[in-house]
């Protein structure tokens, strides 16, 4: 395993991103919706950063459907959506932007509710990696190709507690695709 962020680097990567979302965000009426479960560590930083009046919800994408082994469709559970989003700015937050596929799917769904815009944060994009017209309107930084964890990220539900960001060695990860 080898530091790719180190924890001041976050800090200071993730207090310029907070910045940018103030900036970006001042006087509109914005919930911040956080992206279960990689992005809880994100989400309540920023939520200590931010000094704007905001909304704070969480969606779970579900890779599966319950009792079955074959993946499918990513669905928003609006019911954790406690206030709504109908008529409000909407920032999703996720950890890691790769494929771009999950937030490629959760947006069209999140836009039904009838917010006024969305966009998205997330701390850590993946160069060369996105396969949907859609980037990050937020980025904290962006890194190489590799299995990385820390700062909320896991490998099998290990290293989520790392106040840094590692990137895993091939053989840590026996050949697991890198999220």
């Given at each position: 395993?080898?530091?790719?962020?180190?924890?001041?680097?976050?800090?200071?990567?993730?207090?310029?991103?907070?910045?940018?979302?103030?900036?970006?965000?001042?006087?509109?009426?914005?919930t911040?919706?956080?992206?279960?479960v990689?992005?809880?560590?994100?989400?309540?930083?920023?939520?200590?950063?931010?000094?704007?009046?905001?909304?704070?919800?969480?969606?779970?994408?579900?890779?599966?459907?319950?009792?079955?082994?074959?993946?499918?469709?990513?669905?928003?559970?609006?019911?954790?959506?406690?206030?709504?989003?109908?008529?409000?700015?909407?920032?999703?937050?996720?950890?890691?932007?790769?494929?771009?596929?999950?937030v490629?799917?959760?947006?069209?769904?999140?836009?039904?509710?009838?917010?006024?815009?969305?966009?998205?944060?997330?701390?850590?994009?993946?160069?060369?990696?996105?396969?949907?017209?859609?980037?990050?309107?937020?980025?904290?930084?962006?890194?190489?190709?590799?299995?990385?964890?820390?700062?909320?990220?896991?490998?099998?539900?290990?290293?989520?507690?790392?106040?840094?960001?590692?990137?895993?060695?091939?053989?840590?990860?026996?050949?697991?695709?890198?999220?």
């Amino acid at each position: 395993m080898k530091t790719l962020i180190s924890e001041e680097q976050l800090r200071e990567g993730i207090g310029r991103l907070a910045d940018e979302i103030r900036r970006h965000y001042a006087d509109k009426p914005l919930t911040l919706v956080g992206v279960l479960v990689g992005s809880i560590v994100l989400l309540a930083d920023l939520i200590r950063l931010l000094d704007i009046p905001c909304r704070v919800e969480l969606v779970q994408s579900r890779e599966r459907p319950q009792g079955t082994a074959r993946p499918g469709p990513l669905v928003v559970d609006p019911e954790l959506l406690v206030s709504g989003i109908r008529g409000r700015h909407v920032l999703l937050v996720d950890d890691i932007f790769h494929s771009g596929n999950t937030v490629w799917e959760l947006i069209p769904q999140l836009d039904e509710l009838g917010p006024e815009t969305i966009r998205l944060a997330v701390l850590l994009r993946k160069e060369g990696q996105c396969r949907v017209p859609k980037q990050p309107d937020f980025v904290g930084f962006d890194i190489p190709n590799g299995f990385v964890v820390g700062y909320g990220l896991d490998y099998e539900d290990r290293y989520r507690h790392l106040p840094y960001i590692a990137m895993l060695d091939p053989q840590e990860t026996g050949g697991s695709t890198p999220h």
